[in-house]
C-alpha cells in the first residue's frame, strides 16, 4: 500500500516569490513514480512535474523543480517566481510501475494562494 | 496532445433515476481508464479501474452494482450511476492512462463531472 502526506493544508505566496510544498509518502514499492497535480478553480487536473524513483536527478520543468531525497522518502515542489496564474489546489501522488496496476495514490492537496 | 474530455460536465437528476457519464481520450488509445470521485475541499479518491474489453477493477468499499463501468473500446469508458441518491452527489473524475513508453507513462485527467441528485 502507498500513502502520501501533504503536512500544509495552506500556503501563501508574494507574486515573483518561491515556495515550496512539502510531500512525503511511504511505499514497499522497489519501481514507483511521483507526482505534482494541479487543480486550479475549475477543477481540471494539470500533471505539473514527475520524478522516477530510480533517477536521482531531479526533475524541472521551468519554473517547477522537485526535491526528491528517496532515503527520507520526501518529493517538495519548489515554484520559483510566483505568478498569480499558480493559485490552485496542488496535489501529490505517487504511483506504482506501469500496466493496468498503475494506480495514483493521491495527498489531502495543499491550497497555495498567491498575493500580488 | 494527451486530452480527455467527460460529459457531461454538470448534470442533475432525481432520485432514483440513472446517470451515465462518458469519459473519452480524444487523441490517444487508452486501455486504461480510472474513475476517481472528489468531495468539496478533498482529495481524489479512486473508485474503479476501468479496462477495454474486461471487467472494471473496483476499490475496496465502491458498490460495483451502483457504479457501473463499461470500457467499449480504447478511446471510452463510461460510469452510471445507477438508482441515484443525494448522498452520490459529488465531483467525478476521470483519467485516461497514455503509455508513450516506459518512464513517460502518465494519466491524463478529465475536466471532471459535477453530479446533483435531488
Known amino acids: 500500500a502507498q500513502t502520501v502526506t501533504q503536512s500544509q493544508p495552506e500556503m501563501s505566496v508574494q507574486e515573483a516569490e518561491t515556495v515550496t510544498l512539502s510531500c512525503t509518502y511511504d511505499?514497499?514499492?522497489?519501481?514507483?513514480?511521483l507526482f505534482w497535480y494541479k487543480q486550479p478553480p475549475s477543477r481540471q487536473m494539470i500533471l505539473v512535474i514527475r520524478q522516477e524513483a530510480y533517477k536521482q536527478q531531479n526533475a524541472t520543468e521551468n519554473r517547477f523543480s522537485v526535491n526528491f531525497q528517496k532515503a527520507a522518502k520526501s518529493f517538495s515542489l519548489k515554484i520559483s517566481d510566483s505568478q498569480l496564474g499558480d493559485a490552485a489546489m496542488y496535489f501529490c501522488?505517487?504511483?506504482?510501475?506501469?500496466?493496468?496496476?498503475?494506480?495514483?495514490?493521491f495527498g489531502k492537496g495543499t491550497l497555495l494562494t498567491v498575493n500580488p | 496532445g494527451a486530452v480527455v474530455s467527460q460529459h457531461p460536465s454538470w448534470v442533475i437528476c432525481k432520485s432514483g433515476t440513472s446517470v451515465k457519464i462518458e469519459c473519452r481520450s480524444l487523441d490517444f488509445q487508452a486501455t486504461t481508464m480510472f474513475w476517481y470521485r472528489q468531495f468539496p475541499k478533498q482529495s481524489l479518491m479512486l473508485m474503479a479501474t476501468?479496462?477495454?474489453?474486461?471487467?472494471?477493477?473496483?476499490e475496496q468499499g465502491v458498490e460495483k452494482d451502483k457504479f457501473l463501468i463499461n470500457h467499449a473500446s480504447l478511446t471510452l469508458s463510461t460510469l452510471t450511476v445507477t438508482s441515484a441518491h443525494p448522498e452520490d452527489s459529488s465531483f467525478y473524475i476521470c483519467?485516461?492512462?497514455?503509455?508513450?513508453?516506459?518512464?513517460?507513462?502518465?494519466?491524463?485527467f478529465g475536466p471532471g463531472t459535477r453530479l446533483t441528485v435531488l
Open positions: 483519467s485516461a492512462f497514455l503509455i508513450a513508453g516506459g518512464s513517460t507513462d502518465t494519466q491524463y
Open positions: 511505499t514497499s514499492e522497489s519501481d514507483y513514480y
Open positions: 476501468s479496462n477495454e474489453g474486461s471487467k472494471a477493477t473496483y
Open positions: 501522488a505517487s504511483g506504482r510501475g506501469g500496466g493496468s496496476n498503475y494506480k495514483l495514490t
